[in-house]
């Protein structure tokens, strides 16, 4: 089975500072695991994913996150926040065999000027 | 790409009618999903189908709910009767079914049972 738990319900940075979004997963098959953002009023859009390939992984929007399978993290980080990453950012899980998404329960990121 | 598309957007409806939540997959994809958001419970599976087979129904709430996807093209899910506790935020996505491969989703339906 497979389970994700994000750190903090709630981040607030001030712009142009670091972000860190913190991600443990659980997996009992080695994972596939995904970040994915939602705006208000919108449906989830992906942001990075880890297959298997390298451990650093880049997204959209200058984000990037690191599988590191000792600590089970997969955290998401921005070197400089922008008011426009003000949004909810999601961590999931999948199994390697069928596509079913396991998501954490959510961070919400303020960005303060 | 016109991506996967939901109606009704919003849905207001009273406790005990029916609901029929309505969603168009990404030309392509052969898995289909339908998650439910609320603030307390978060993001929820409730259903998920491969070929238009359902895999896995275990995180629908309970016999009111169904779900039904007759093509490769089209999914329905049903409330009925509708509740009060039903109100949430319901998503549809779709992808490819291989490992690995992400799911796209749509804006939602907002559905508020009074």
């Known amino acids: 089975a497979q389970s994700v738990t994000q750190l903090g319900s709630h981040v607030s940075v001030s712009e142009g500072a670091l972000v860190l979004l913190r991600c443990n997963y659980s997996?009992?098959?080695?994972?596939?695991l995904f970040w994915y953002v939602q705006y208000p009023n919108q449906g989830l859009q992906l942001l990075l994913k880890y297959t298997s390939a390298a451990t650093l992984v880049k997204g959209i929007n200058g984000f990037e996150a690191e599988f590191k399978k000792s600590e089970t993290s997969f955290h998401l980080t921005k070197p400089s926040a922008h008011m426009s990453d003000a949004a909810e950012y999601f961590c999931?899980?999948?199994?390697?065999?069928?596509?079913?998404?396991?998501f954490g329960q959510g961070t919400e990121l303020s960005v303060k000027p | 790409d016109a991506g996967v598309i939901q109606s009704p957007r919003h849905e207001v409806t009273e406790m005990g009618q029916e609901v029929t939540l309505r969603c168009k997959p990404i030309s392509g994809h052969n898995s289909l999903f339908w998650y439910r958001q609320t603030m307390m419970r978060g993001l929820e599976l409730l259903i998920y189908f491969n070929n238009n087979v359902p895999i896995d129904d275990s995180g629908m709430p309970e016999d009111r709910f169904s779900a039904k996807m007759p093509n490769a093209s089209f999914s329905t899910l049903k409330i009925q009767p509708s509740e009060p506790r039903d109100s949430a935020v319901y998503f549809c996505?779709?992808?490819?079914?291989?490992?690995?491969?992400?799911?796209?989703f749509g804006n939602g339906t907002r559905l508020t049972v009074t």
């Open positions: 999931a899980v999948s199994a390697s065999s069928g596509g079913k998404l396991i």
């Open positions: 997996s009992s098959v080695p994972p596939y």
């Open positions: 996505a779709s992808s490819l079914s291989q490992g690995g491969s992400p799911l796209h």
